[in-house]
């Protein structure tokens, strides 16, 4: 069994109580197969004994092991067949004694099942409260509590790797050696700060490890915009002028025919979104009107709403016609302008060039799409740490400038004492990531987020 959470955790703590059973529905309230009620808590196998049809067989279950039989009502009614997943004290997701009940996913069922396990007088579970349990008693850090919901609520595969690999301790174990590290400078101060000059050798302030550690934690604190974009995706708004083939690009992107492609100007009066994933970043495509004057107060509305998303994007991809360059907009750091139909007419040389009908040029559009999108901060790689939480990257730039800050007293000739304040307060802040020092109010708030079940 791990360590648990630090003592005085639950001080200031109104959400959580822990000393009670506490149950939820782990799966969605929609008809299924099957479905999960997950009970955590010291003595729920007792209590949930005299309402199963073999209560010696659950009660004296070993860990890790099922148990089959029939929930039932008080008065000895069958509600359902149920396989009971056990877990003693020290083990499972909780690391407190726990039973999972898969039944059937029928919503009488799981409500006929929930309503006996608040008279039996378990507690209905908060949001988070199984994964804060979890954290409390040392299971899982902060960050590796914050993985489950990042995980939960993950959009494409790189975002699901990056949110496990977290979950799995990769930025646990990345915090831990910043604080190793801070540890080692800040005891070599405290030394100095001991005793007596005339007892100890000339110090030399170890400032090269503390520039180091300083931008290691910088370019841990950096990845936090490309964590966000793999998992809030970004939007991108095909724009351009009638005909210039943006319903072709959009159906060839989505490998899809969702967009009516006609040789007609004015064909797209309304724009077309559809969600799709490119180098594992979740977008959602939209396909817009063509941008000229409207023939009609339907078109103009189009374009319009066209003018007013290409506000809102996060890029815009601008086709141009090359049969008909009348008209060339400026790129910027939102805009990538890209010529269409190159199977009909070369583009300018050095000009991003596709042909939505044949397929030419559109890796290189994706990949100029993805560098514009992330920075060219790429998230790959087995051993590649990437955090996408605004708390984190918060915790992790103020570590970073409190450290600066001691660099620059330091070349100051400032008296010892005072750089360790800004040690120590680098040291609360990586403390506050994982969990060892973060107030009660903010943990409230980090899995009050949570699902209700997990």
Not at 305 to 325: C, F, H, K, N, P
């Amino acid at each position: 069994m791990q360590a648990s959470a630090p003592s005085g955790i639950l001080a200031g703590m109104t959400r959580y109580v822990t000393d009670d059973i506490i149950y939820a529905l782990a799966t969605a309230w929609a008809q299924s197969a099957l479905a999960v009620i997950r009970i955590s808590g010291e003595g729920c196998l007792k209590a949930l004994s005299p309402c199963f049809s073999r209560p010696k067989a659950l009660v004296e279950a070993q860990n890790a092991t099922t148990v089959h039989g029939y929930i039932r009502t008080e008065a000895g009614e069958n509600i359902d067949e149920v396989v009971a997943s056990v877990w003693t004290d020290g083990h499972g997701y909780t690391l407190e004694e726990s039973v999972e009940l898969s039944c059937h996913g029928s919503l009488s069922v799981i409500k006929e099942i929930l309503g006996l396990l608040g008279r039996l007088g378990m507690r209905s579970a908060e949001g988070g409260e199984f994964t804060f349990r979890a954290f409390l008693h040392g299971r899982l850090d902060l960050t590796q509590a914050e993985a489950v919901q990042e995980l939960v609520s993950s959009q494409s595969k790189t975002a699901r790797a990056l949110a496990l690999g977290r979950l799995e301790g990769s930025l646990k174990n990345q915090i831990a050696d910043f604080k190793q590290r801070l540890l080692t400078i800040t005891a070599s101060v405290e030394v100095q700060l001991d005793y007596a000059e005339d007892e100890l050798d000339e110090f030399v302030f170890p400032r090269e490890q503390l520039e180091t550690l300083r931008k290691d934690i910088a370019v841990l604190a950096d990845t936090y915009q490309v964590g966000r974009l793999y998992r809030e995706g970004a939007r991108i708004v095909l724009a351009g002028s009638t005909n210039a083939g943006k319903s072709s690009l959009f159906n060839l992107l989505l490998k899809q025919e969702r967009s009516i492609v006609s040789p007609v100007k004015g064909t797209t009066r309304d724009y077309i979104e559809a969600d799709l994933s490119i180098e594992g970043i979740p977008i959602r495509l939209y396909d817009t009107a063509g941008l000229r004057e409207g023939s009609d107060a339907i078109e103009s509305e189009g374009i319009r709403r066209t003018e007013r998303l290409m506000g809102q994007a996060d890029l815009v991809i601008y086709l141009v016609d090359s049969t008909d360059v009348s008209h060339i907009p400026s790129e910027d750091e939102r805009t990538i302008v890209v010529y269409n139909k190159s199977d009909l007419v070369r583009p300018p040389k050095g000009r991003l060039a596709i042909s939505a009908q044949t397929g030419e040029g559109v890796t290189t559009l994706l990949s100029a799409i993805t560098e514009r999108l992330t920075g060219g901060s790429h998230a790959s790689g087995d051993d590649l740490v990437v955090i996408e939480s605004e708390r984190q990257s918060r915790l992790l730039t103020d570590a970073g400038n409190a450290l600066e800050r001691a660099s620059a007293l330091v070349t100051l000739d400032i008296p010892l004492d005072i750089i360790a304040v800004e040690l120590s307060e680098a040291l609360q802040n990586l403390g506050e990531l994982t969990g060892e020092v973060t107030p009660s109010d903010i943990l409230e708030t980090i899995f009050s987020g949570f699902c209700v079940g997990k």
